[in-house]
C-alpha cells in the first residue's frame, strides 16, 4: 500500500500507491552535519498489519531504522548503526525480516540483528579451487540480495559478483562478466535465478544460478534492448516480463525474458534515472526514479 523514496538531500518521503499521495516524511538523522544522500530504503517483511518498519542507507554511514503505525501521525524513530569511514550504498533484508544485510563503499559485507542492531557477520574474503584467501570485492559495492535465509548475493564496480554464505562467514563462488553501477540485482522468486543488470551497451542483462555459479541467460532477452546502459532490472510477478531501466538513452523498457520482445517502453525519459520497483498492488504500475528529483509512475499503458 505505500512505497518509500529517498533523496539526494537525505530526506525520505513515503507515499500510498493508491493516488500516490505523500503521507509521511522522514527526518535525516544523521551524525554528519551535512545532509549527506540518502542512498537505499527498505520496508521490513513480514511486520504487523498497520505497523511498518522501514530501514534507510545514508552516505555518510548511518543506518537509520523507523517504525510508523498509520494509526500515528508520525513514524517514530528506533535507532541507527554507523559504519565508520563507509558510504552506504544498499540494504537488504533477509526473508523472515530478522537479518540486515549492509554494502557500500569499504567493499564489505555486513549482517546485523534486527531487533538488537548487533553485527553478526563481516565478510570479505572466499577461498578460491586450491584454498587460498582470495579477495571479494575490489571496489565499492552497489547492490545486495538475501537470495535465501543464508545466501547473499552482492554486485559492484568490478566484473564479478559474489555469492555469500553467512554460515561460512565468506564468498563461496563468483559471477563473472557483470558492470555494475547501481542497485542492479535481482532475485527470481522460487528459483535458484539472480538476473544482474550491466551498465553497458551490449548483452546488458546477465542470468545466474547462484548455487552453481554458471550462467543461464536466456538466448534472446538481450536482441532487442539497444545501446542504452542499463541501471536496474525488476521482475514483474509473472516471471515472464523483466522492466529495466537505463541511460544513453534514456529509457524504461518491458522485456519479455523468453521471446527478448520489448512490450512496452518509454523512450526519452528527461533525467537519468537509476532505480524502479513495481507497485505489489499494482503490477502493472512501475515507479522509477531518477537524478534532480525526478520521481515518475508508469501506468498499466507500460506493457
Not at 540518502?38 to 537509520?64: F, K, M, Y
Not at 554464505?165 to 555494475?180: K, M, P, Y
Request: glycine share 6%; net charge negative; hydrophobic share 35%.
Amino acid at each position: 500500500r505505500f512505497a518509500a523514496v529517498c533523496y539526494g538531500n537525505g530526506a525520505v518521503r513515503v507515499f500510498e500507491t493508491n493516488g500516490w499521495e505523500a503521507v509521511q516524511r522522514l527526518k535525516s538523522m544523521s551524525h554528519n552535519p551535512e545532509s549527506l544522500a540518502a542512498t537505499c530504503v527498505r520496508w521490513r517483511p513480514h511486520c504487523p498489519t498497520r505497523a511498518h518498519d522501514l530501514v534507510v542507507s545514508c552516505a555518510s554511514g548511518v543506518i537509520q531504522q523507523w517504525t510508523w503505525d498509520e494509526s500515528s501521525e508520525t513514524p517514530e524513530y528506533t535507532g541507527s548503526i554507523i559504519e565508520e569511514k563507509n558510504e552506504v550504498l544498499c540494504l537488504d533484508y533477509s526473508p523472515d525480516g530478522n537479518l540486515l544485510a549492509s554494502v557500500g563503499s569499504d567493499r564489505t559485507v555486513r549482517v546485523y540483528d534486527t531487533m538488537s542492531h548487533s553485527l553478526q557477520h563481516t565478510m570479505e574474503h572466499g577461498l578460491t579451487d586450491r584454498g587460498y584467501i582470495r579477495q571479494g570485492h575490489h571496489s565499492r559495492i552497489f547492490s545486495c540480495r538475501f537470495v535465501t535465509p543464508h545466501l547473499i548475493v552482492t554486485a559492484g564496480w568490478e566484473s564479478a559478483c559474489q555469492v555469500w554464505d553467512i554460515r561460512t562467514n565468506q564468498s563461496e563462488r563468483q559471477l563473472l562478466g557483470t558492470h555494475v553501477c547501481a542497485d542492479s540485482l535481482e532475485a527470481s522468486p522460487n528459483t535458484s535465478t539472480v538476473i544482474v543488470a550491466s551498465y553497458r551497451h551490449d548483452n546488458q542483462l546477465t542470468f545466474y544460478d547462484y548455487i552453481t555459479g554458471k550462467e543461464r541467460t536466456p538466448p534472446l532477452v538481450n536482441d532487442n534492448i539497444g545501446p542504452s546502459n542499463l541501471y536496474a532490472a525488476r521482475l514483474a510477478p509473472d516471471q515472464a516480463t523483466l522492466y529495466c531501466i537505463g541511460s544513453k538513452p534514456n529509457v524504461l523498457l518491458a522485456v519479455n525474458i523468453k521471446t527478448g520482445e520489448v512490450v512496452g517502453a518509454v523512450r526519452d525519459l528527461p533525467h537519468t534515472c537509476f532505480t524502479l520497483d513495481i507497485n505489489p498492488s499494482n503490477p502493472r504500475e512501475i515507479l522509477v526514479g531518477g537524478a534532480s528529483g525526478f520521481l515518475m509512475v508508469v501506468g498499466n499503458s507500460l506493457a
